[in-house]
């Protein structure tokens, strides 16, 4: 019987229980704090400790069911057991099954706020309704304290040149994975949309990857398997990651 | 304390509207644009990068600071160019192609003026052509930026661009922004890396030779 470990990001909790309780493989979730990427050292710390407390032998690979997750994964090492990540940036590639289908909403649209039901449920009070984004909401409480600090002409500046990028925002996104009730969700993510004037789209999700990830079919284009001894680069190019042994 | 120790606070301070008269009255002093440049907003800036660096200053404090440097020099720039004062090079800044986010690139592009520089601001989701016609124009430095590595891949797409245009050994490439690393400078090729606005400034003058 073939077992996996695999650890993975909160945001991604439903599709993969869902996933794990029907493929052949026994699989041993393992799920950590969301939102985690926002401190990047710490996501990889948290990684590196889980892939070390796994015993020889207990899985015959560990998945990370996490992409680049603005560079978490990069630099961890395997150790005994072969690690393999999918070759993507973030979760919406693993909502969308592809990290092509990613690439073709993200040229459509750049400016997207993604949203899900898994975040939403799991969100913590006072952090931001989008998957990975900068809250433009927290621009309005740092207003006051910049009139105090900075006077009212430097705090109408700031909040200008701060709150610019928001600008180029465009869409709100919700995916829909097919697991839970999404309604009050999508709801969350269509009032966003329309409070900033935004174009709200509905999105099918695809488990397409999460359930090659889990079921063992780990094709070299849309997976990276890191063998013992290796680390994980990002090459920056469209093939995202890439093995390197780990010099002694 | 002198008008020009006084504009240079102003500047460090933030205060764009105290700092555009200082400048008038200077200027109708008899000071030398160039001497108030120099000595009032180079200088400012300078101190608001060791500020920055030093966790006194933090990026709201540089945005105004940057602004105020800025008022003022939109009063001495068409002195400065009446004067024949040239520039120390010209940098072509953006944020690469697919990436909307300027608050750093912005950051970056201020304090290279602040310290003398010619500013060619492409702005945001810049095109790799872009940055070609801007080396073609006359840039000597091409800034780029990415706050995602979803667009990361993109600075190296405009290296190759620079290369395929055959001018990419007419300007040196630095780049920067949050999922970027040295590391990822030398895989793509890139002159220098800096990991904040004001390392960017000394980079930029350590790559051209004129720290």
């Given at each position: 019987m073939i077992r996996y470990t695999a650890l993975t990001c909160e945001a991604l909790a439903r599709p993969v229980y869902a996933i794990a309780a029907t493929v052949e493989p026994v699989i041993s979730v393992r799920l950590y704090r969301q939102g985690l990427h926002n401190t990047p050292k710490k996501l990889h710390r948290t990684l590196q400790d889980e892939v070390d407390a796994v015993q020889p032998g207990e899985a015959k690979a560990i998945l990370m069911v996490y992409g680049l997750c603005g560079n978490s994964t990069v630099g961890l090492v395997a150790r005994h057991t072969p690690l393999v990540i999918p070759r993507a940036h973030d979760c919406i590639t693993l909502y969308l099954g592809s990290?092509?289908?990613?690439?073709?909403?993200?040229e459509a649209h750049p400016g997207t706020y993604w949203y899900s039901l898994d975040f939403l449920e799991r969100l913590e009070p006072g952090s931001n309704v989008a998957l990975g984004a900068t809250d433009l909401g927290a621009l309005d409480e740092v207003y006051e304290e910049y009139i105090e600090k900075y006077g009212q002409d430097n705090a109408d500046y700031l909040m200008e040149?701060?709150?610019?990028?928001?600008?180029?925002?465009?869409?709100?996104?919700?995916?829909?994975?097919?697991?839970?009730?999404?309604?009050?969700?999508?709801?969350?993510?269509?009032?966003?949309?329309?409070?900033?004037?935004?174009?709200?789209?509905?999105?099918?999700?695809?488990?397409?990857?999460?359930?090659?990830?889990?079921?063992?079919?780990?094709?070299?284009?849309?997976?990276l398997i890191v063998p013992p001894g290796h680390t994980i680069i990002n090459t920056g190019d469209e093939m995202l990651l890439r093995a390197q042994l780990v010099e002694e | 304390m002198s008008l020009i120790a006084e504009i240079r606070q102003a500047v460090i301070d933030g205060q764009a509207k105290a700092v555009v008269p200082k400048v008038e009255q200077a200027l109708a002093e008899g000071t030398a644009p160039d001497v108030i440049l120099r000595e009032g907003l180079i200088d400012a800036m300078k101190e608001v990068g060791r500020m920055?660096?030093?966790?006194?200053?933090?990026?709201?404090?540089?945005?105004?600071?940057?602004?105020?440097?800025?008022?003022?020099?939109?009063i001495l720039k068409p002195?400065?160019?009446?004067?024949?004062?040239?520039?120390?090079?010209?940098?072509?800044?953006?944020?690469?192609?697919?990436?909307?986010?300027?608050?750093?690139?912005?950051?970056?592009?201020?304090?290279?003026?602040?310290?003398?520089?010619?500013?060619?601001?492409?702005?945001?989701?810049?095109?790799?052509?872009?940055?070609?016609?801007?080396?073609?124009?006359?840039?000597?430095?091409?800034?780029?930026?990415?706050?995602?590595?979803?667009?990361?891949?993109?600075?190296?797409?405009?290296?190759?661009?620079?290369?395929?245009a055959g001018v990419r050994d007419q300007a040196i490439v630095m780049i920067g922004g949050a999922p970027v690393t040295q590391t990822?400078?030398?895989?793509?090729?890139?002159?220098?890396?800096?990991?904040?606005?004001?390392?960017a400034v000394r980079k930029a003058q350590e790559l051209l030779g004129v720290a």
């Open positions: 990290r092509q289908r990613y690439q073709t909403e993200f040149v701060m709150g610019e990028w928001g600008k180029h925002y465009e869409r709100a996104a919700y995916i829909d994975m097919g697991t839970g009730d999404g309604r009050p969700y999508e709801q969350v993510a269509r009032d966003q949309a329309e409070r900033r004037n935004w174009l709200f789209e509905k999105k099918q999700g695809d488990r397409r990857l999460l359930e090659m990830l889990l079921k063992g079919d780990w094709p070299e284009d849309e997976f | 920055f660096e030093e966790g006194e200053y933090f990026v709201p404090e540089m945005l105004i600071a940057a602004r105020a440097m800025q008022a003022a020099l939109k002195l400065l160019v009446a004067q024949g004062v040239e520039s120390i090079g010209k940098v072509a800044i953006g944020t690469v192609k697919g990436d909307l986010h300027d608050i750093g690139k912005s950051l970056v592009a201020m304090m290279l003026e602040g310290a003398g520089f010619e500013i060619m601001d492409l702005g945001v989701d810049v095109a790799p052509e872009k940055f070609v016609d801007a080396v073609r124009n006359g840039a000597r430095i091409v800034a780029m930026s990415a706050l995602l590595t979803t667009t990361m891949p993109n600075m190296k797409v405009t290296i190759e661009a620079l290369k395929a990822y400078a030398d895989e793509i090729g890139a002159d220098g890396y800096s990991s904040d606005a004001s390392s």
